[in-house]
């Protein structure tokens, strides 16, 4: 973090509603592509953007180091996506579109691969998601996933491992 953003962050966490509004405008991006690898709808997403913006207004003032806003704020987004997952039927949305939204991934599988696993990927439960959207969407160490997540690192470990199994099911369970 920049000496820079560091000083927003303070600002925000003092009541500044313009610096907040920063924060927001730098964060939006990213916080809807993590939340949408996890709940896997744009409306749906974009309320758990919403909700974790909401939260972090709220308690900013409880972040003790402006160092830590980028793990305290992506933490906040995989609890509202995670939320967001619980509150609703479980019901299955496939946006084509989509697959081309994930960086990297273009170049690593083949088109006609990237929609398998794509579809795949939705049939996921949503801590699998997130956990396999951490890790390769977001393209965090296993530490800073777990700590995104709020559970220990051995945790993390052995649900990615299972996440990536489940995942190989359901590609070997496509037509």
Do not use: C, N
């Not at 600002?11 to 964060?27: I, K, N, P």
């Not at 019901?91 to 989509?98: A, G, M, Q």
């Not at 800073?144 to 299972?162: C, E, F, Q, V």
């Amino acid at each position: 973090m920049t000496v820079i953003a560091g000083r927003v962050v303070l600002a925000a966490r003092s009541g500044d509603a313009a610096a907040f509004a920063a924060l927001v405008h730098a964060e939006t991006p990213s916080a809807y592509r993590l939340a949408l690898s996890i709940v896997r709808s744009p409306a749906e997403a974009e309320d758990a953007v919403q909700e974790a913006f909401l939260r972090a207004w709220r308690d900013i003032g409880s972040l003790r180091e402006a160092e830590l806003w980028p793990a305290w704020f992506r933490r906040l987004i995989v609890r509202s996506a995670l939320d967001q997952t619980r509150r609703r039927p479980r019901v299955r949305e496939v946006d084509l579109d989509l697959a081309s939204d994930v960086p990297g991934l273009e170049a690593a599988v083949h088109p006609a691969d990237r929609l398998e696993l794509m579809a795949a990927f939705d049939k996921l439960a949503a801590d699998d998601r997130a956990i396999l959207a951490l890790r390769f969407f977001s393209d965090l160490e296993i530490p800073d996933a777990a700590s995104a997540l709020g559970i220990p690192l051995g945790t993390a470990k052995s649900r990615l491992h299972r996440a990536l199994g489940r995942l190989r099911d359901q590609m070997r369970q496509e037509p």
